[in-house]
């Protein structure tokens, strides 16, 4: 199934030479490695003559069954090789992606004991990681710190969120460097079962701009068996060190040679549409481990979730404060008449679902024990095989089946992951008996196994556990509240996508900034697709309290645009079967638009301000742009340069009208059709706060 | 498949006074119940006018989820009732248990709180629960330690072992209580990886003997969802408190209510019989939980395993020293060529199996890992289903089933129980689908996930999910180094038997002093039975360095009395083939004893000196009899009067010789053949460290 086009050169030898350069294929990285006067590896790296890491050290502090790992090395040689490949994705932005780049393996020696640290150089940045080949000297160890340093060039304007092993649903905030200590308690916003780092450090994928113009982009790739790296921020210095998870020993990485670490990232472009268009961290991944997968298909969906949301229902199917699984008999509890998840409301959304064509319907509050979901420590909250009793699964499946719809998954654990992996299987084999062939799962809460963090090495073990078991049984995954994503549904792309990240749900609590959709691309978005479930046209609405209304900080186009601009597979429309009643005609451009691309254009960038992308729809002649801004209005040029020449497309505008703003008359858009081809420059108009949508078909 | 012989008597009555008194239904016992000036809950007990415990405290700190619960409360009312039942074992020491008590269940209130305590006072003891009943003020909560206490009448003695949250693998020490805090260094020996209980602290079943000849046992029932009890020793009073294994928060239980504690159990008699002979434990567990149980049945085994511990072979496969699951490339590895996990040797054991009457043969060693196995941090070193090069699974499938023997499954986990749940299914549907039907599961090292101990809450899950997962494949379960057994085996009856303690491996490592024996059947086995693998005919033998010899701590024939003294559904005859071929006549009895039993007679003991035990084989008209003396010699007085009378039975004695003692002449025996009946009374030389084996057939 894979069509990989090679074109490898390969060239290798090896210098036994203390200070190494290496260079990107075309020129304009050079990274220096060297050891220093303690026999430390130290790197830094240029971009076009500007420094971009400046000397910074490399090893480990370790906390047992090693020597230290940070001085006295010994340079044992040097490999080089370079690689120029083009493979195929199995979804993606883009059907091809080309692998490009130049490599060199440094082999340090300390004391018998031997280390590798492999520098991959792409045109569009840095990868390198460290490698503890097989060997006599050097079996199982534990890490106390990763000692991995990027001291950066100057006082970057930096897109930034608090460290905190246990979420990263934080909101972005824009500061110099050098401010962030100063403004870190204030942006410890207060979130269930947070852990913030206690010294000044800020999460990854860390995006920064330098005075001197140039985009900077800071995180991992294949994080597997290792865990998640934040970073110390010394804000005098301008430098970051690495900060990984600790686990419940205070360890931070059990290596069991022979083994790699995750690849650090460094993603450089004095234009930041090179950011948003950088495949370096999927690159870093290893191609797909599964034979089979043709199962594996991008979904566009609904689901029984906003109204929850919104006041219009509950997940609990009683308002029973205490209930215990396989002890409490809710035949015998009185419902509470507003759970959402019950057989006819669900079956309303299948026919909504199957008359607009979409794939599945998230049904979430399906089975027993939300009652006491949040708050509480509960080892066995949920079985994930127990419907509430007004949740009728088997006649729901042949309903969705008689529809061609699919009624999909949702695992929410409580955090409880031992109780988890206890029933997956079951949970899985139930999934498979009743036609499931998609799960969202949820790890709201503190951490079971005690005392480990959402982003340690054990969770993400269990992440790509759950990855895997989840293919066995050819179901999808999409997880919410797990470690944020680095390029790992390249090897696993059954792992459709994740939340990791402040979503739509929140502007349905504290509310989500304008600013909010123009960082995310450049910062969680750079490691995978996120579940953004973007949708929402009723951009005012109440919610618990009909007096209080909330609103989205967005207008109600560019809710439309992120489903362009918010690259995922898997993409929901949140909102409401009534609200897409109402607003029908801006509703078509969701069952539209594609969520599977052959190839994709970023137009314009500028994280924290605005984005347009333009992509192709897998497989069908058919484009789709989106165009986002902040709070401010601005006008986007959209060059269609991208579309085939010399024919004419018909290109549907969905815009902001003329008084649109996010605040204060968010649901007011107009849609236009007008004639284009690839020479076609459109200027347009977008709202504060707004966007624009356009798809484009050829002209019949 | 249960023949319940109900015989029930139930008297219920609730009277609100603040104290409160209890009798056993014969009497015998008195148990005081009050609160006191702070209106905590106190109780005591009386057997036959000698106080046992004097007044102790009940109750609970928290760590959080709700209030203290220690004091303050207010007596809400009692509910006396009584109860005589008669249950039938799937597998035992007897057919029909009688289960006969008087109950009192007292209801305490604390701020609109409700906890109870459940007292039941047996004819040879009491039990005692705390229970939290479903209610609106209560639900999840965490403890920080369980206030119970046992307060004694006297400076007792002694059989103990040092509290430790993850080893039960010490000797016992036998002193006065008052001598257990200066004793506690030298008893605390050198374990891989223990935890000793930083304070005094000594676990259960806590066996003494009072200087008015009381024998009094501690130890707790039905451990599910809670952690282990240890007993913090105040050798000034004599006071024991509770002291449970904490998780890695440092919490010492999560409660969800509706919940009950584990039953806390005091067996007092004052003939050391009847502590033997007692099955409160078993009677305060849960009936059992399966409705079919044709599938169980009690075992009889050899296996590969003795031979590695005389040197006579390896559990691993190669002496590479760094191997990794999943990337190791066994084939391509030097065999070390002492691997006895090979197909060639297993099929000679099971030769002799088939032989002999076998039904299963253990094999330790055939899968892959066990290069690192033993010290090494490592999640995932094994996997439970890849077999080293040199086992082919499916021939040994075909050549067992062949001659009508099973091969037994052995899990070594290395305590990596993350890992071992995350393949569990895979593990057991691998053993259903090569014919398995009964697991060894071993827990050496450092639990996974870190922070936990073998004996804590989150373990004993661990375990019963084992047994339960194991059930759903019709699997039979033998756990070493798991938390002692509290009579699970009631309601869990494929949980056949455990280790946790001291078994005959250590005969081949540190020694077993000869009064060993003596002392489990108080201890240890009060939970339940266990796996201790006799049958060392012969007891001197070389162990690695052949210029090294090693012996066992008793005579030939003491190990023959195992079979009978160390009551377990699952027995093992674990020297070598060779051995038993060259020890045919004493080897008769090992193949000829029972492993279940319609009926057991304590007919003398004596804790840390003496134990012989009649049983009659189940189904059948066979009894035997195993006799077992400490380090002294002496005379047994086997009184025959269980056997059915006026008929005639030829008893087949195996005896140590004159001159045998169990360090200078060990393997010095005698057998002949005497006719007796219910009339008779044998007189029986029990050697130093020796023993007596008998087995007796009807006269044809």
Known sequence: MYKLLVFLICTLYIVPLSAQELKSPDGSFVLFFSLNEQKSPVYSMKYKGRQVIKPSRLGFEILSGTAQMKEFFELQGIERSSKDTTWQTVWGEQRLIRNHYNEMLVSLLQEG????????????????????????????????????????????????????????????????????????????????SQHPIANTAVQTPLMMKSDNGLYINIHEAALVDYPAMHLNADVKTFGLSAHLVPDAWGGKGDINAPANTPWRTVVVSSDARNILASKLILNLNDPCRYDDVSWIKPVKYIGVWWQMFVGKGTWNYTDHENVKLGVTDYSRLQP??????????????????????????????????????????????????????DFDVKELQRYAAGKGVKVMMHHETGASVSNYERRLDTAFRFMREYGYNAVKTGYVGWIRPKGEHHDGQFMNNHYLHVARTAAKYKMMVNSH?????????????????????????????????????????????????????????????????????????TTLVKQLAYYVTMYSPLQMAADLPETYDRFADAFQFIKDVAVDWDDSWILEAEPGDYITIARKARGRNEWFIGGVTDENRRTATIDLRFLPRGRQYTATIYEDSGTAHWKTNPMSYRIRKVKVSSKTVLKQALAPGGGVAVSIKETD
């Open 113 to 192: 004991r031997v280390m590798k640290i492999r520098f991959r150089l792409f045109n569009d940045g840095l990868g390198f990681r460290y490698e503890f080949p097989e060997q006599d000297k050097l079996s199982a160890f534990i890490i106390r710190e990763e000692l991995t340093e990027f001291n950066l060039a100057g006082d970057h304007k930096v897109f930034w969120m608090p460290g905190d092993y246990d979420t990263n649903e934080y909101l972005y905030t824009t500061s110099k460097f050098s401010e962030i200590g100063a403004l870190m308690k204030k942006a410890t916003l207060r979130i269930k």
């Open 336 to 389: 509470n008449g507003t759970h959402a998840a019950n057989t006819q409301n669900v079956k309303k959304y299948i026919d909504f679902a199957a008359k607009h064509g979409f794939d599945q319907v998230l049904v979430e509050g399906w089975n027993v024990g939300w009652e006491d979901w949040g708050g509480k420590v509960r080892e066995n909250l949920f079985d994930f095989v127990t419907p509430y009793p």
């Open 481 to 553: 509240e797990a470690v944020r994503p680095t390029g790992l549904h390249r090897t696993y792309p059954n792992w459709l996508a994740q939340e990791s990240a402040r979503g739509t749900e929140f502007e349905a609590m504290s509310g989500l900034p304008p600013e909010h959709t123009t960082i995310l691309p450049f910062t969680r978005l750079m490691g995978g697709p996120m579940d953004y479930t973007p949708g929402i046209l009723q951009t005012i609405f109440s919610y618990h309290n009909p007096a209080k209304t909330k609103q989205a900080g």
